[in-house]
């Protein structure tokens, strides 16, 4: 069975960058497209980025456009989010989801299988 962990957070300056890692272990991610999703006190839970299970697609939302960039090592079963030019805004728990197949879904309810997330602070 698929299990995902973030790792990776912690606290940052605006400005500043961060690495989150999500390992994979039971089942090959190859065949899984893996989303980064977020979540902030008081707010809806938001598709941050998104890599197919190639690596050839990658999505990002228009909030984190040009600042981050998600890459994947299927040899090691993760999925990386890099993530520059942090602001307050982007402050919240980020999650990665497993998608059911190969391709990034159309909307949130298609991913299938969470890790436990992991906490992202900015502030100076």
């Known amino acids: 069975q698929l299990q995902l962990v973030e790792s990776g957070g912690g606290l940052v300056q605006p400005g500043g960058s961060l690495r989150l890692s999500c390992v994979a272990s039971?089942?090959?991610?190859?065949?899984?497209?893996i989303g980064w999703l977020r979540q902030a006190p008081g707010k809806e839970r938001e598709v941050v980025s998104c890599?197919?299970?190639?690596?050839?697609?990658?999505k990002y939302s228009d909030s984190v456009q040009g600042r981050f960039s998600i890459s994947r090592d299927n040899a090691r079963n993760t999925v990386y989010l890099s993530m520059g030019n942090l602001k307050p805004e982007d402050a919240a728990v980020y999650y990665c989801?497993?998608?059911?197949?190969?391709?990034?879904?159309?909307?949130?309810?298609?991913?299938?299988?969470w890790g436990q997330g992991t906490q992202v602070t900015v502030s100076s």
């Open positions: 890599i197919s299970g190639s690596g050839t697609r990658k």
């Open positions: 039971g089942v090959s991610i190859e065949y899984f497209a």
């Open positions: 989801a497993a998608a059911g197949g190969i391709t990034c879904p159309a909307r949130e309810g298609e991913y299938n299988l």
